[in-house]
Nanobody, 127 residues
């Protein structure tokens, strides 16, 4: 099923790393975008990263400035999985991280363009 399911969150010290996983059955879509968003307490949900498949085997990655250079998004087509590797974590990265699927495959950064959402996984970075 398309409904994303996240895993991999947890508590980590500043400077540490985490890898978030998103399971979502999108392998059969010729064009699709899988994105990661996060929401910290008292703040709006914000874009983190996305990977877009366009017409088969071409993939594009996009990152928010706040995580660029520290994070890598990747996909495993055979496993219907998308991963977000986050390094050099900072306390300001603390948030609930959500995986979302946009069936149009447009690579949007706007959460309203995404059709399916996971329940989220908590990431807490201690100082």
């Amino acid at each position: 099923q398309v409904q994303p399911v996240e895993s991999g969150g947890g508590l980590v010290q500043a400077g540490g790393s985490l890898r978030l996983s998103c399971a979502a059955s999108v392998r059969t879509f010729s064009s699709v975008t899988v994105g990661w968003f996060r929401q910290a307490p008292g703040k709006e949900r914000e874009f983190v990263a996305a990977i877009r498949k366009n017409g088969g085997n071409t993939y594009y990655a996009d990152y928010a400035d706040s995580v660029k250079g520290r994070s890598t998004i990747s996909g495993d087509n055979a496993k219907n999985a998308v991963y977000l590797q986050m390094n050099s974590l900072k306390p300001e990265d603390t948030a609930v991280y959500y995986c979302a699927v946009d069936r149009s495959g447009m690579g949007s950064r706007r959460d309203r363009d995404y059709d399916y959402w996971g329940q989220g996984t908590q990431v807490t970075v201690s100082s």
